[in-house]
């Protein structure tokens, strides 16, 4: 009887040991799935991507700040939430860098609402652009200052370099609302307030074409213009509607987009003729964009 009970002893110790590996083995592959859960959850919390874009003209907020088309590239990286950006603007006509801005923003949902607070750099740079076309020479000798007058200044037409800070409010919806507080902290010390909707409509699988609106409110901003008073003023700005759509290409989203801007008032007229290149108040404009996340 005693090798009997030594043999079921033994069994019953080699099963219990064998149990407890298996729990302990499992556990351990538990941990090892949370630890890797874990790493991925990280891993995804850190995105960053990149955009080429060509557009017809350099447009915002209903001025064009360009001599023809431009290209617009864009790079930024994102960690929960926190997002650092890099936008350039490079006019194709005259062949030179005419804008860099930076900007930091920190996006969170909060009562159902999507925030995102931000501070921009507009980085415009000193440009050379084509001077008019002189007239025809003449053989008569120019006149000469008299002695006693002094030789005018010229003036100096530096860069309009400014800081803004912004807080913006979205909502999901049929027409996904978004509204955007703009306060220039420099060169406009004023306020600048855009609000826009955009309907999306399903085409095949993932890709979509969205018919877009924007009304921009000027409050005192200097930095988007002045009326013919040469004043900064309140008022409706501009108007801006668009269709884009947003189409996967592999692991790219090519973007096209046509868009009609006009003035919503006369002091926005007098103001967006005043800063945009080309003089005129209304602009018809589009263009293509390739982004890509990673």
Do not use: C
């Not at 083995?25 to 960053?48: C, P, R, Y």
């Not at 915002?60 to 930024?76: C, I, K, N, Q, Y």
């Not at 409050?219 to 108007?239: A, L, Q, R, S």
Request: hydrophobic fraction near 40%; charge should be negative.
């Amino acid at each position: 009887m005693r090798p009997t009970w030594r043999v079921i002893l033994s069994i019953a110790v080699i099963l219990a040991l064998t149990s407890v590996l298996a729990v302990a083995q499992e556990i351990a592959a538990v941990e090892e799935e949370e630890e890797e859960e874990v790493i991925e959850e990280e891993s995804s919390d850190l995105t960053a991507g990149g955009t080429a874009a060509f557009f017809s003209h350099y447009m915002w907020r209903g001025e064009s700040l360009s001599d023809g088309a431009v290209f617009e590239p864009d790079g930024w990286v994102s960690y929960k939430g926190l997002t650092v950006d890099v936008w350039g603007n490079y006019e194709m006509e005259n062949t030179q860098w005419t804008e860099i801005d930076f900007t930091a923003s920190y996006a969170f949902t909060a009562a159902n609402i999507n925030w995102e607070v931000g501070y921009v750099y507009y980085g415009v740079l000193d440009v050379q652009r084509e001077p008019e076309e002189p007239g025809e020479p003449s053989d008569e000798p120019a006149d000469e200052p008299p002695e006693d007058e002094e030789p005018e200044e010229e003036e100096d037409v530096g860069a309009l370099r400014s800081h803004e800070i912004f807080i913006s409010a979205g909502f999901e919806n049929i027409l996904n609302p978004t509204i955007t507080t703009y306060i220039d902290v420099e060169e406009g010390v004023g306020a600048f307030i855009e609000g826009s909707v955009g309907y999306d409509i399903p085409l095949y699988e993932e890709a979509s074409l969205t018919l877009g609106g924007t009304v921009g409110l000027n409050i005192k901003d200097g930095y988007v213009g002045v009326n013919d008073e040469g004043e900064e003023y309140t008022g409706f700005h501009h108007m801006e509607i668009s269709a884009s759509a947003s189409l996967p290409v592999w692991k790219l989203s090519v973007e096209p987009l046509i868009a009609y801007t006009f003035p919503l008032s006369d002091n926005a007229k007098q103001a967006i003729k005043g800063f945009s290149i080309d003089g005129h108040s209304s602009h018809f404009w589009g263009g293509v964009s390739v982004s890509i996340e990673f």
